[in-house]
């Protein structure tokens, strides 16, 4: 009946089952991140969110660039089109009449042109500096995507062994309480104690099955969290056990505070959508100055399938929008709107991602303090139970202080498993609200 220090230190950390499956009966915590990663849609539709940003600024720095085109056509009319032209009466004092085609019967026509933005005003390299700020918004917000992916696998991980050590703990506690029902029994049959202390046992070994029974329950809904979490319900799996008791030293609290405000996705995502919104006033700006377009033209033109006649132009078009209604003020308007809101925005996640740091800070803190108290707490009640037994059976203690010892010692118990699970679940908060891509090689 005694359970060593040991073993009831790293309760429901010890059994480690055989793969069985296609992802394993157990998976570690590395192999579930990337099972989650892969599978989880909204990484998928953050990377096409991306890839559509990235096909905007392709098609964005075009503008930057001549434009070739070639043309070909061929035109048939009803008759050829010709002017009329009267020369000067004919020694038979007749009129000959000549003329001048102007629509030929059959028009073959081949062309290349040439089109160029010299300036316009600096709105398309506006336009290109916006787009790159929006793709590299759209990679922080991929980022943070992630990083939230990677957390709820986590906290789903250490949520699901937490529950699996509280069912073998109830488990535990039935095996004992059985157990000493079998010497209250004996010593009941020799008649050394009374009936109502059997009763007392049996009592309390119902209740305890009752409490194992929630707590396969409770386990089986963490394990399906976890599953749906990877995106693998139809596949029987649940998280390899922690095998190392939680060792962590952590830095002062400012430190983290200045490495979640510097590098945390969501506040570089917000801060790149406001470099494009500054472009954007930028691009808008620039629409009310004059463009410089340059264009060149070659080709052949005659009635001939091979058209011989060769032409060619080149010029040079100036166009500026004198008025255009307010358009371009709307714009400026509207690019100062949603910088002013992406301000308003930094400012709030800012406050928010503190607090979360603070608030993962702080409970890492309180869970290493009540590990090391617990270890001590469990040691008592162990030593106290197994004395309450020896003196219950010499007949020195009643069937309530065993019971009451048991209990002493199933809260310590708990307490020990809610102190390591909680410094698992914190250091994951802690490192999430920091930006896991941030603190990757702490461990």
């Known amino acids: 009946m005694r359970l060593s220090l040991t073993k009831l230190i790293f309760i429901g950390l010890a059994l480690i089952l055989p793969v069985s499956t296609a992802y394993g009966k157990t998976i570690s915590l590395d192999e579930a991140i990337k099972i989650a990663l892969e599978n989880n849609p909204a990484i998928k539709e953050a990377e096409a969110q991306l890839k559509q940003t990235v096909g905007d600024l392709e098609a964005a720095r075009s503008g930057l660039l001549p434009k070739l085109k070639f043309e070909s056509s061929y035109i048939r009319i009803n008759e050829e089109k010709a002017i009329p032209v009267f020369a000067g009466p004919d020694p038979q004092h007749l009129q000959k009449v000549l003329s001048i085609p102007i629509a030929l019967e059959d028009t073959f026509s081949l062309s290349v042109k040439l089109e160029w933005l010299i300036w316009g005003g600096g709105k398309v390299q506006a336009m290109v500096k916006a787009l790159e700020h929006a793709v590299k918004a759209k990679e922080a917000s991929l980022m943070a995507t992630k990083n939230d992916v990677i957390h709820e696998t986590k906290r789903a991980f250490y949520a699901t062994l937490k529950a699996k050590a509280y069912m073998e703990l109830m488990e535990d506690m039935v095996k004992l309480l059985e157990a000493h029902q079998d010497r209250v029994k004996k010593l009941y049959e020799r008649g050394v104690v009374p009936k109502s202390d059997l009763l007392r046992i049996g009592v309390e ?55 979640a405000k510097s590098n945390r996705p969501e506040l570089l995502a917000i801060r790149r959508a406001l470099d494009q919104a500054e472009s954007y006033i930028k691009a808008s700006t620039a629409s009310l100055k004059p463009n410089y377009i340059l264009s060149a033209k070659y080709g052949k033109t005659d009635s001939s399938f091979i058209p011989e006649k060769e032409e060619w132009n080149i010029a040079l078009a100036i166009q500026w929008n004198l008025y255009d209604g307010g358009e371009a003020k709307g714009n400026i308007d509207k690019a100062k709107g949603i910088r002013d809101e992406l301000l308003a925005k930094l400012r709030k996640v800012e406050d928010g991602i503190s607090l979360g740091v603070e608030n993962a800070y702080l409970n890492l803190r309180s869970a290493l303090e009540r590990l090391g108290v617990a270890e001590r707490e469990l040691e008592s009640a162990q030593l106290d139970y197994e004395m309450t037994v020896k003196r219950y059976n010499a007949q020195v203690a009643s069937i309530t202080d065993v019971l009451d010892a048991q209990t002493a010692l199933k809260e310590a118990r708990t307490h020990l498993i809610d102190a390591i699970y909680d410094i698992w679940i914190s250091w994951s908060d802690l490192r999430y609200h920091c930006g896991y891509e941030v603190m990757k090689n702490e461990r």
């Open 205 to 259: 070994l119902s209740n305890t099955k009752l409490a194992y029974l929630k707590a396969q329950n409770a386990f089986k809904l963490a394990k399906a969290s976890f599953k749906t979490t990877l995106g693998l319900r139809d596949v029987e799996i649940e998280p390899e056990d922690v095998k190392a008791k939680p060792e962590i030293n952590i830095s002062e609290l400012s430190q983290y505070l200045e490495v």
